[in-house]
């Protein structure tokens, strides 16, 4: 009875932080069933089967072959199934086709753990709680299959946030970075390009970095132009075109696929949230717009929810991000996404629902939290 109390008050009395003792019980708890979960996520996944595909696409592209083959969507599982990333990516990767398949592929997923742990370390995550966040199910999916998502979330909170002892903080677009931050927007989205959202994001604050990251990209595609040809882009717009069927079984949890709606309605809602959305949880919200417009959500994409979960109070973000421990089912992904959107505009109007800011030196001796930075008048950082 004692500890069901402890619970309940941790959890919803009103007007005060998360309880400090009953969040640690719930991170050590809930970190431990990640870690024993990552056994059977290997069993469930084979070791770098995400980055396969794309190099044997490369491998019948330098073959003269077909990249995009539209027979591979008829495949259901394994390294055969469907490239869909853009053709320049093909003479990327040709000079590894020719090198052993096990010391590449041994080298990239342990680019991604360098990565992964990167990308914790610059949300401010502690050291001690890393492995756990690394087993989280939506991390340790793309670590075990080597998908390119571990990179693209990297570049997504390499663009956003910034280091501030103890908590992770958006950054402020100043006009020094706009070639740095054009090109981070971009790279986020350049192998998906439903993930392209960052540059819309950008483009209402710095309209030149947009322009930049965009102009880059172009000229990537320009430049390696004579490599790939141009009849390729159209057998890759084809094969994304077969990918958005609905009836293509394999084809993600996107929101359209799994409540029925079409995905020009999401989209254009993916797009219109991150054109408007301001604000110091402005990032939280970009990363559900990404999971909103995305056609093909797998539970890797789900590393866009983080931003929401570290906006949130810290004892109600553990338990939503353990329900997606031993879950794999699309409409149970679906409902934490649906509690952090709650949880942020609740945040709102009731400011316990939001992650407490550690106080620096100088605040704690005013007795008053630090002020976030403001950009173009409004509040820009996760409290």
Avoid at 38 to 61: K, S
Avoid at 100 to 128: E, K, S
Wanted: hydrophobic share 55%.
């Amino acid at each position: 009875m004692a500890l069901g109390r402890s619970l309940l008050n941790g959890l919803f009395e009103q007007g005060s932080p998360a309880n400090a003792g009953l969040t640690l019980g719930l991170g050590i708890v809930i970190g431990a069933l990640c870690l024993l979960g990552v056994h059977d996520m290997i069993l469930r996944f084979p070791a770098g089967i995400d980055f396969e595909i794309p190099l044997r696409a490369a491998t019948r592209w330098v073959a003269g072959g077909q990249a995009y083959p539209p027979s591979a969507m008829l495949v259901t599982g394994g390294p055969d199934l469907p490239f869909l990333y853009p053709p320049f990516v093909l003479p990327l990767l040709a000079p590894l086709t020719g090198l052993p398949r096990d010391f590449v592929t041994g080298l990239w997923l342990i680019l991604c753990a360098a990565v992964a742990v990167w990308t914790c370390r610059r949300l401010a995550i502690p050291w001690p709680a890393i492995p756990a966040v690394m087993a989280w199910p939506p991390f340790s999916e793309g670590l075990i299959t080597g998908n390119v998502q571990i990179l693209s979330f990297a570049l997504f909170v390499a663009l956003l946030y910034e280091p501030l002892e103890g908590r992770a903080r958006t950054r402020a677009f100043v006009p020094s970075s706009d070639a740095l931050n054009g090109v981070l927007a971009a790279a986020v989205g350049m192998l998906k390009v439903a993930q392209m959202l960052p540059i819309l994001y950008l483009l209402r604050r710095r309209w030149r970095a947009a322009f930049i990251g965009v102009a880059a990209l172009a000229a990537l595609t320009v430049i390696l132009l004579p490599l790939t040809g141009v009849s390729v882009y159209s057998d890759w717009l084809a094969q994304l075109g077969r990918a958005a069927d609905p009836a293509w079984t394999i084809g993600g949890v996107s929101v359209g696929r799994t409540f029925g709606l079409p995905d020009v309605v999401l989209e254009t809602c993916g797009v219109a949230l991150a054109l408007s959305v301001r604000g110091r949880d402005s990032a939280a919200w970009l990363g559900v717009a990404l999971l909103i417009a995305s056609p093909a959500v797998h539970g890797y994409t789900f590393l866009f929810l983080v931003p929401g979960l570290l906006t949130i109070r810290r004892d109600f973000s553990l338990l939503i991000a353990a329900l997606f421990i031993g879950v794999y089912h699309d409409f149970a992904w679906w409902i934490p996404c649906l509690l952090v959107v709650c949880s942020l505009l609740g945040a709102h109007r009731w400011q316990w629902l939001r992650a407490a800011a550690p106080l620096t030196e100088d605040t704690r001796s005013a007795g008053r939290n630090p002020e976030p930075p403001v950009e173009s008048g409004a509040r820009y950082n996760l409290s």
